[in-house]
C-alpha cells in the first residue's frame, strides 16, 4: 500500500479542512471511527498502517491532539516520529517547507501538522510530496477536533439534524470553532455564536450561522453548548470573563439536560465554572476519548486502506 492511493470512493489526499467535506464524506469518518473504537478496545485494528511512517510536526504547543494522532498511528501499526520541534533544525531557522522535505526524504510518508500560521498545512500540501493531516492551523482549522465533536455530540443528542449548537466565547480566533461550524452545519445543526464584539467580529457573513447579541440569547433552549478558551497567543484581548462565563445560571436557559463540550485546555473559573466543566453533563472528557478513533479513521482513509 502506497499513500496516495485512495481508499474506494475517497477522493482526498490530504486532510487540510472540513470546508471541502461533503455529508457523506463526514459519515463517513464518523461510521469509521466508531469502527476503529471498537476495533481498538478488541485490540483487533491488525496493522493497517504498517507502511507508513508518520511524521509529528507540531510548531504549537498541544496536548490532546499530538497524543492522540501518535497513539492513533501506533494502534494501526505505524512507525511514528515526533519532529519535537524545539530540539530540531528549526531553532537554526530551517523553514517549514525545507524541514517537511527533509522529513519527507528520510522516509515519512504522512505528516501531521499543527502551525501558528493559518494556510500552512495548504503550503505543506502543494511543496511537498506528503500526505498532509492538519492538526490546527492559526485560526484557520481544527479539522479531526471538529470530526471528534461531531461524533461527540452526536452520540449525545442521537442527531444533529435541526439541532441548535451554541458556541460562545472566542470565536473569532478559534479554529476549532471554524472547523465545528462547518462541520456540525454541513451534518445539520443550527449554529449560534456569542461572545464580544471583537471575539465573533465577521461571523454575521457566514452561512447558517446566527450571531447572538448575549451569551443568554445564545444559550436559550440550545441543544448543546461549547465553549472556548480565549486565544492570548493569537492576540485576544482578554474581555470581562463573567460576563462571557458558562455558569449553572446561565445553562438553565439552554434546553434540559444540553450537554457542555470544550476543546481543552480549559481554564476553569473563566471561559467555564470548574462544577460545570467537570460535571454530569460535561462531554469534555468523552471529547478526547473520541479524539483516537476518529484520528486512526482519519489515518486510514487517506492511506488508502479503509
Ligand atoms: C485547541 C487548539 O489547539 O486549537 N486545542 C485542541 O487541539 N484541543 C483549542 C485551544 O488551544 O484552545
Redesign the pocket.
Known amino acids: 500500500m502506497t499513500v496516495g492511493a485512495v481508499a474506494a470512493g475517497w477522493v482526498h489526499r490530504h486532510l487540510l479542512d472540513v470546508e471541502g467535506l461533503t455529508r457523506e464524506e463526514l459519515e463517513r469518518i464518523l461510521h469509521l471511527a466508531v469502527d476503529m473504537r471498537e476495533a481498538r478496545a478488541a485490540r483487533a485494528h491488525g496493522s493497517l498502517l504498517e507502511n507508513e511512517i508518520v511524521g509529528l510536526a507540531f510548531y504549537?504547543a498541544?496536548t490532546?491532539?499530538r497524543v492522540s494522532f501518535e497513539l492513533a498511528a501506533k494502534a494501526l501499526g505505524a512507525t511514528v516520529v515526533d519532529l519535537g520541534i524545539a530540539g530540531s533544525s528549526v531553532s537554526k531557522g530551517e523553514s517549514l517547507v525545507d524541514t517537511l522535505r527533509t522529513l519527507e526524504r528520510t522516509g515519512v510518508t504522512m505528516v501531521v501538522l499543527?502551525h501558528a500560521s493559518s494556510g500552512a498545512a495548504h503550503l505543506a500540501a502543494r511543496t511537498t510530496g506528503l500526505c498532509i493531516i492538519n492538526a490546527?492551523d492559526g485560526t484557520h482549522a481544527?479539522p479531526t477536533?471538529a470530526l471528534a465533536d461531531a461524533l461527540t455530540l452526536r452520540e449525545a443528542l442521537g442527531s444533529l439534524s435541526g439541532r441548535t449548537v451554541a458556541i460562545v466565547g472566542d470565536v473569532a480566533h478559534?479554529?476549532?470553532a471554524r472547523s465545528n461550524i462547518h462541520a456540525l452545519g454541513t451534518l445539520g445543526a443550527h449554529i449560534r455564536v456569542a461572545g464580544p464584539r471583537a471575539w465573533v467580529a465577521g461571523f454575521e457573513a457566514w452561512p447558517g450561522v446566527e450571531v447572538a447579541r448575549t451569551i443568554e440569547d445564545a444559550l436559550r433552549k440550545a441543544n448543546a453548548v461549547m465553549t472556548?478558551?480565549v486565544?492570548l497567543e493569537r492576540g485576544a484581548r482578554p474581555a470581562d470573563h463573567l460576563a462571557w462565563r458558562l455558569d449553572e445560571e446561565r445553562m438553565q436557559l439552554a434546553a434540559p439536560g444540553a450537554p457542555i463540550l470544550h476543546?481543552?485546555?480549559t481554564n476553569e473559573g473563566v471561559e467555564i465554572t470548574a462544577d460545570l466543566a467537570n460535571g454530569a453533563r460535561s462531554l469534555i472528557g468523552r471529547q478526547v476519548e473520541n479524539g483516537v478513533p476518529v484520528r486512526m479513521a482519519v489515518l486510514a482513509l487517506l492511506a488508502g486502506v479503509a
Open positions: 504549537e498541544s490532546r491532539t499543527r490546527g481544527h477536533q478559534s479554529r476549532v472556548l478558551r486565544q476543546p481543552g485546555p
